[in-house]
C-alpha cells in the first residue's frame, strides 16, 4: 500500500536529499511510500559512522547474477497491466465500479503498463547491470546503490513504479528551488550522477564542493533551523558522502521511531543505514581491513633516487637492493599494534621471497610499521629493503597484512612487478642521434624515435601526428583529415606540421629516453614499429622490427624465426584487440598474421626460453607460438 506525503524537498549540490520516512517518488508535489515493517531497528547506529568506507566501497560485493536475484526475491509479482486496485481512488474510466493502478496512471502520467526494477533496462542493459556496471567503474559497493534507489525513490521494492521515477531515480538534479535538471534525466544518468558525486567525496577531490568535512561538523534535524542540530565527528569520506547527498541527521526521536515519524524528523540517512542494515548486513566493517596507498620504491636508502620504472614496472639489477615505502589505511575497526601487524608474503601464504634482505623478520615475513599504534582511517608505513635474486627474470611479489596469530587482512592488491635485467655494456647501448635537425622535414613514410627506440613519433597518412610510448600510443595532434603531410623542425625550435605550405598543428613535445630498459612484451592493442626491439631480460633473445620490414627472433649468435615480411614495405606490427598480431604496410594492409583474430585481447610475449607467445589476456591461455623454446 502506498500512502501521500507532502514532501519538503532539500537542496544540495542540484539534487533532492532523501530524508523523508521511506522517501521514494516526488510527484508533483507529493511523495508516495510503502508501509513496510523490518526487524532491524536503529541501535547501533552512529551518526558519524553511518557506515564504513571499506563496505561503500565494496565492488565485489554482489556480481551482477546476485544483483539480478535480489531485485526477483523484493518483487516477487510485479503488476505490469496494473490491475490491481488503484491506492488512490479514481477515476473509475471503465465503469465498473471498480478502479484499477492503470486507470489512476493513465489519468494523472498517461501510463497504463508499468515495469518493475527487476524488469526495467535502459539502451539494451537491465537494471541489475546498470548499476553493477556503474559500481565497478566508480569502485563503489553495488549496494550502496541498491539501496540509494530504494530511499529515494522505492525502486526496488514497487510493484507499478511509474516512469518519472526511473527518470529522477535516485534525484540527483532536483533541487528545491527549481524543476527538476533534464540534464540529469533517465535512470542511468541518475545512477552515473550519483555515483559520480559519492567517488568525488570518497576522493576529497578539490573541484566537487562539499559543506561537510572530517571532523566535527554542525548538523541538522531537520530543514527547519528552529528544529535544531548538533555537533557530529564524521569519521570517514564514506559518511561524508551520505551527509553530501543528504544533509541532515535524525534526531534521538527519529532514532527512537526506527521506521516512523516525529515532529522535526529527517529520515533519509537513518533510513539508508536501516535498509542496508535489513537487505545486506553490518554497515561496519569488519575488524581487519586496509587501503593500499602509494608505493615507492628507491635506489638509496635515503629515499631519494627513485628506482627506474616503465609504467608499474620496476627495473633492478642482479643483487641491487632497493627501499620500499608503503603508505596503508587502516579501514577496519580495530587500532593496528606495531608488535603484531605486519607485512607478510601472501598468494601464497607465507612463500620463501626470493627478494628476501637480511633486514626482513623472516623470509616470509617484512617488516612492521613505524608507527607504535595505527587507529581506524590512519595511515601506516612500511619501509622495507628488497634485494634483487642473481636471475634476470621478470617477478611479481604479492604482500599483505597480517595479524600475527589472528588472521590475515583482506588483499588489497599490494603487488611489485620487478624486472631484473641484466646491466647493457656500452656497446649494447644506442648511440645519441638527433633525428630530426633545424630546417629537415619527416614525411608519412617516415618514423622519428627516442635514442633507445622506446618512444616513435609518426606521421600518418590521414594527418596525425602520433607519439608511441612502449609500444601504446600515447598522445595524438588530433589532426585526422587534416591534409598534414610534412613535419618540420624550424630553425626556431619549433616542430610544425604542414599541409604542403599551410601550418596545421605545432608543439614542441619531446621523445622520452628510457636507454638501457627492456621490453620483453607487446601489450594488447599496442604498436610496434620498424626499428623497435623485444629484449629478454637476461638479453640473451631480441625480437627486432627490422627496418628492411622484417620481424626477426635472434638469440646472441643466430635468427630463430622470421615473419617473413623482408622488403614489403611494413610500417606496424598491431597486436589488435581480437587477438590477432598483424603486420600491415604503410597502405594499411596486412601482409602478414598470427591468424589468431578472435581469441580476444591477449599480449606478445618473448620469454626466458627463447619462445615467442601470444597469450590471452583473461586466462593466460596460448594462441601462437614461433616453437622455438630451448633453442
Known sequence: MKLISIIPTLHNRGRIAGFLAFGVLLLAGVIFFPVQTFAVTTEWFQAGRIIDDAVFTNKNAMPVNQIQDFLNSKVPSCDTNGTQTSEFGGPDLN??????????????????????????SENGKSAAQIIFDISQQYVLNPQTLIVLLQKEQGLVTDTWPLNIQYRSATGYGCPDTAACDSEYYGFTNQVKWAATMFRAILNDSP??????????NYIQYNPNASCGGSNVNIENRATQALYNYTPYQPSQAALDANWGTVNCGAYGNRNFYLYFKDWFGSTIGPDNYWALGSIDVFSDEQLTKPVRTNGNEIFLSPLQTAFVKVSAQNAGRTTWQKNSTRLGTYSPIDYPSPFADSSWLANYRIASFIQDTVKPYETATFRFQIKAPSNPSFYTERYNLVTEGITWFNDANLRLYVTVQTPP???????????????????????????????????????????????????????????????????????????????????????????????????????????????????????????????????????????????????????????????????DRAIWSSGTAGRGASELLLQQDANLVIYTTASSTPTWSSGTAGR
Open 95 to 120: 465503469g465498473d465500479g471498480r478502479v484499477q493502478r492503470w486507470e489512476w496512471g493513465q489519468a494523472n502520467y498517461n501510463q497504463t503498463t508499468f515495469s518493475c526494477l527487476r524488469n526495467f
Open 207 to 216: 573541484t566537487w564542493y562539499t559543506p561537510y568535512e572530517l571532523g566535527n
Open 425 to 587: 655494456d656500452s656497446s649494447m647501448l644506442p648511440q645519441s642521434t638527433t633525428p630530426l635537425t633545424a630546417g629537415q622535414s619527416m614525411t608519412s613514410s617516415n618514423l622519428l624515435y627516442s635514442s633507445d627506440k622506446s618512444s616513435a613519433l609518426k606521421l600518418s597518412s590521414n594527418g596525425t601526428l602520433e607519439l608511441y610510448r612502449n609500444f601504446n600510443k600515447v598522445w595524438s595532434s588530433n589532426t585526422y583529415n587534416s591534409g598534414g603531410n610534412r613535419l618540420v623542425l624550424q630553425s626556431d625550435g619549433n616542430l610544425v606540421l604542414y599541409k604542403d605550405q599551410t601550418p596545421v598543428w605545432s608543439s614542441n613535445s619531446a621523445l622520452q629516453d628510457q636507454t638501457g630498459l627492456v621490453a620483453r612484451k607487446l601489450p594488447a592493442n599496442s604498436t610496434m614499429h620498424p626499428g623497435q626491439s623485444l629484449t629478454t631480460p637476461d638479453r640473451n633473445y631480441h625480437l627486432d622490427f627490422q627496418t628492411d620490414g622484417n620481424l626477426v627472433l635472434y638469440s646472441k649468435t643466430k635468427a630463430l624465426w622470421s615473419s617473413g615480411t623482408y622488403q614489403k614495405n611494413s610500417a606496424q606490427a598491431v597486436i589488435q584487440l581480437d587477438g590477432n598480431l598483424v603486420i600491415s604496410d604503410f597502405n
